[in-house]
């Protein structure tokens, strides 16, 4: 029997529920071909950061005011300076290049923590002609002076700064320490988000202890982590008005069922594409295929969040009620 692995996120159609997320695969135009002829459905390009932005236009500004105090006619080269090759205007060309030769849906990525001039970028990507904006707010709550309701106020500022700017679609990835996590969901809907990328996956510092030096760690994920995300997708799924996509530790088509079944309208991948190359889209898609056709599930929408917390037999087993019986569950022959 044939199945409908058809998945619709941010209103886009895609031809099946595999992305590939943000990472080095997704920044150049040969990269992301390899991973659309792989099959994937749809592609996140890696973020432009928000430091990168306010960077070059502090950088135009002071060559402005220099230029101003040689030329009187200084200002009028700024035109030409727009066409520089900067970060920004490399990141756009890259968007636009993915769009021309992409035919699946092409996701720009920012990545930023303030709202403030540089959230105008958005309308560039959109120009530049990308499908959605994924909105990667990247931010550590570490002052002490910080409160959460102040923390969580300036997410929303930032999501419904970038809404404004655009009007396709803006997706948000966040991280998961809200102390209330559903309700911050449905805030950030309410702000603009038409989805939520579930999670933002911080890097570490670790210390080195020869070098006595700390440094920042980045390790590829692996199928553990994956269960961060299907709990919050499996209570988010039918709660919210947006679309809801799952990220960190999907690397088999096991851990790709799972989230659907959780309630993802899409998995995002990278630790395993970085690890097995961008043909492993190709596996992720067939072993969800031959799952789904054993089973005799017709379409991808049938199976999405037949499994959420709404749906399943268990809702328990999403939240609290359940903490009790797995440390129960627990045996060592040292116990
Ligand atoms: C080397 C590397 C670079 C990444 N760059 C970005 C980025 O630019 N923007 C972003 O939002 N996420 C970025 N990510 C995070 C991934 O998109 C993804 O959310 C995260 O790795 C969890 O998914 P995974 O378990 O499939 O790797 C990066 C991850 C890796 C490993």
């Given at each position: 029997m044939s199945v409908d692995l058809k998945s619709r996120y941010l209103g886009l159609e895609?031809?099946?529920?595999?992305?590939?997320?943000?990472?080095?695969?997704?920044?150049?135009?040969?990269s992301l071909k390899r991973l659309q002829d792989a099959g994937v459905g749809a592609v996140v390009l890696p973020s432009l950061f928000e430091e990168q932005i306010e960077h070059e236009e502090m950088a135009t500004h002071n060559l402005m005011l220099y230029g101003s105090e040689v030329s009187p006619e200084a200002s009028s080269f700024f035109p030409e300076m727009r066409s520089y090759e900067t970060g920004t205007a490399k990141y756009l060309k890259l968007v636009g290049d993915a769009r021309k030769s992409l035919s699946v849906p092409v996701i720009a990525s920012l990545n930023g923590y303030t709202t403030g001039g540089w959230t105008r970028i958005a309308k560039q990507c959109e120009e530049a002609g990308a499908h959605a904006i994924e909105l990667n707010v990247y931010f550590l709550a570490a002052d002490p002076a910080d409160s959460a309701t102040a923390v969580e106020q300036r997410y929303l500022d930032l999501v419904a700064s970038v809404r404004a700017a655009t009007r396709v679609p803006v997706a948000v990835k966040v991280a998961p320490y809200f102390s209330a996590m559903a309700s911050m969901a449905v805030r950030l809907v309410k702000a603009g988000a038409s989805g939520l990328v579930l999670f933002n996956r911080f890097v570490q510092p670790d210390i080195m202890l020869d070098e006595l030096e700390v440094a920042p760690h980045l390790v590829l994920s692996t199928s553990d982590e994956l269960r961060?995300?299907?709990?919050?997708?499996?209570?988010?799924?039918?709660?919210?008005?947006?679309?809801?996509?799952a990220t960190?530790?999907?690397?088999?088509?096991?851990?790709?069922?799972?989230?659907?079944?959780?309630?993802a309208d899409c998995v995002m991948v990278a630790s395993s594409l970085l690890r097995l190359g961008p043909q492993h889209v190709g596996t992720l898609v067939r072993g969800v295929e031959a799952w789904m056709s054993e089973r005799d599930y017709e379409s991808v929408t049938q199976m999405k969040g037949s499994l959420s917390q709404q749906s399943c037999p268990d809702p328990d087993a999403f939240e609290r009620a359940n903490y009790m019986k797995a440390l129960k569950s627990y045996t060592s022959e040292f116990a």
């Open positions: 895609l031809a099946n529920p595999i992305v590939a997320s943000a990472s080095p695969l997704t920044g150049s135009v040969d961060l995300a299907l709990r919050w997708i499996a209570i988010l799924h039918g709660r919210i008005e947006a679309s809801l996509a960190g530790g999907a690397h088999t088509p096991e851990d790709v069922l799972k989230l659907l079944l959780a309630g």
